[in-house]
């Protein structure tokens, strides 16, 4: 039985676009540092999908053939990108909030201690830190967060916390004011995924005070 035909998108490589030969294609990512590219059952796919992101794509690929976690379908982290992580002494407490190399740990910002926070603010603060980062470093690999709340308020470009506003927790209000602001008034497309700490252990950014 003859095999179906395949077709290829490229995002990165000597050439973009869709190919239908992975001859063709092989001739334009072998070799080409951060080549990325994927491959598809159907013309319509690959169209749809060259519209987006290498990002985009993987990750859509791996919520259709993961319908239960497991730490086989699950796999693993992806190393180029970045982490991140608050830390609440108490909860509201004192806050600070991380990003870090996923790799490597190494810290690439920083923010805290603020004298009143809570633990969904501050991922939701560093999350869209994260995503400022990113864009003014012209980068477009993906950022890892182990907070479904924070997430959603990002999807959302909204909070929702009983926290008070007053004098003590005005600047990090200010902050969320900012980061909201931000998420309204600007696009990205780096992918924001759940860390799995379940299978991967802790978040990279994690400051390890449990």
Not at 15 to 28: H, M
Not at 72 to 93: F, H, L
């Amino acid at each position: 039985m003859a095999k179906k035909p395949k077709f290829y998108v490229v995002w990165k490589g000597r050439k973009t676009g869709v190919f239908s030969s992975w001859a063709e294609t092989e001739d334009l990512i072998k070799g080409f540092e951060g080549a990325q590219y994927k491959s598809f059952d159907t013309l319509a796919e690959a169209e749809k999908a060259a519209k987006g992101n290498y990002w985009q794509s993987v990750q859509q690929a791996g919520l259709a053939k993961t319908p239960a976690k497991s730490a086989k379908n699950i796999g693993q982290p992806i190393p180029n990108s970045i982490s991140v992580d608050a830390a609440c002494a108490g909860n509201p407490g004192v806050l600070e909030y991380q990003g870090v190399e996923t790799a490597t740990k190494r810290v690439l910002f920083s923010m805290g201690p603020f004298p009143e926070g809570t633990v969904n603010i501050g991922e939701f603060l560093a999350i869209v830190h994260g995503l400022s980062f990113l864009k003014k470093h012209q980068s477009d690999v993906p950022i890892y967060s182990d907070s479904k709340t924070a997430l959603s308020w990002v999807k959302n470009k909204a909070i929702k916390t009983t926290l008070e506003r007053n004098s003590q927790t005005e600047e990090l209000f200010e902050l969320v004011d900012r980061a909201i602001a931000w998420l309204k008034n600007n696009t990205y497309n780096n992918p924001i995924l759940k860390w799995e700490t379940e299978f991967w252990g802790e978040n990279p950014a994690d400051y390890g005070r449990k």
